[in-house]
């Protein structure tokens, strides 16, 4: 074997820094920003391999979990050129890539480094968190009042009670900005037009707008003047969906460390800390009025609890779940459609038509399945319900549809490793003097636990953001629990 170079070890510890840089940017964007967090994913991965040159090594162990990944990533391959439509299948393999943050992270993050990658991810989802409550009290757009003959807008399905809070990705707060921006607007170029109805954020695409319209005094055609204060927070994203199955994980790790450091020494400065930023979040959570993801938390909460907690404490805790769930079905009954408590909502009874209709498709191409995204190309053919292409709203029901029962099988057998493995180190980790590892392997558990309860009724494995975060938070919880066994081998 040739020696190393001289500057190996300062080389090694360059493209450390630059893989950490890259983490940091990540955890400060995720809850915010698809772009400026998979950036820093790419600026990681850029010092990881710069890292691995300069010492000769990846810096991984082979784990229990790499022969399933394999598996699973070759059975996606072979669904996706066996699809129904491999030119639409084919091209989504590349979202396969978010595994490699589970070896990234793995290789890169020590407990000292998570701890601040998990610090820094609560407060910018606690800032997000605080920001959708301040969205909402400003309110959004304008609610319209009518919708005169011959408005453009009377042609993309705008009726009186929705409201306009966007044109052509430009927020508005007024029927005169609606019609600044027609009448600034490029003739015959369609605007997007974002809407608010009955809660739900929808997208219209096609207002068309002709010269001969931008000429009169009141192009719009509508009236109105009140902002909407009645919506489904999302942060500085429009995707409620998506920040409401971050904030969810990132609460749960919020309220693991808080309860380790109660478990470990009582209401200290830590403990207040973490628990408001977990107070924070899950109000963020609930200001999105996503019913599952909420009952998700809790769920994910209540193992946390049940873990960490005795005696008073854990009564305490029960009650403030139960306070929590009555807060989240008033803003429910006030945000969404009517009957949306009672699940007998539009929204509610179209996923069950299309779950339906799914889970009848599914024994047609059991083996491979149908292929990624091929349902969107064959929406009616198939007999799914209404014009607007969805999924199926259940990660189960959708691997199994997109990619075969053995798929399924596959990612149950995955899923059951991880939360196997979050399970014990959480346990194994709870008498050490590390009570900050302690608490990000608790709170891993209960983010885990959520993800996966939520996972049963929301596509969230198909939620490019949310598995980024999924895979970085299984392999930091890996590299924490790892190292703390090492150490406690060498003590013993």
Known sequence: ???????????TRVGQNISLAGLLLYVIFAPHSVAVSSNGVALAVVGWLFRSVASRNLGLRKSKFDLIIFLSLLWTLASAVLSTEPGISLPKLQASWCVLIFYLSRAVITKRTGLVLVAVLILSGSVGALYSAYDLMRGRGVVVDTVNVGSPFSKIDIHEGDTIWRL????????AEIDDAI????????????????????ERPGLSITSDLQHTPSPSGLTGSLQNHHFRASGWTRHYETFAELLQIIANLALGI?????RNHGTNKYFKLALLAATILTVGIVLTAMRTVLVALLIGSGVIASRSLRGLPKLVFTAALFLVLGFGAVVVWQTRAKNALALGDPSSSLRAQVARVGLSRIFVHPVFGHGMDAMKLHWSEWGFPGRDM??????????AFDRGLPMLALWLWMMVLFWLHAFRSANATSDLSDTNSYGILLGTLGALTGFLASSLVNYNYGDSEVVMMFWWLMGMSIAISNELILAADSRG
Not at 1 to 11: D, H, R, Y
Not at 169 to 174: L, N, P
Not at 390 to 399: D, E, F, R
Request: proline share 9%; aromatic share 2%.
């Open 1 to 11: 074997m040739s020696p190393p170079e001289p500057n190996s070890s300062t080389l």
């Open 168 to 175: 052509d990705r430009k927020r508005v707060y007024s029927v």
């Open 183 to 202: 009448k600034s607007a490029r003739a015959n170029t369609p605007l997007s037009v974002s809407v608010i109805s009955q809660g739900e954020h929808l």
């Open 258 to 262: 808080a309860l380790a450091h109660l």
């Open 390 to 399: 969805l999924h199926l709203h259940s990660t189960p029901l959708q691997v």
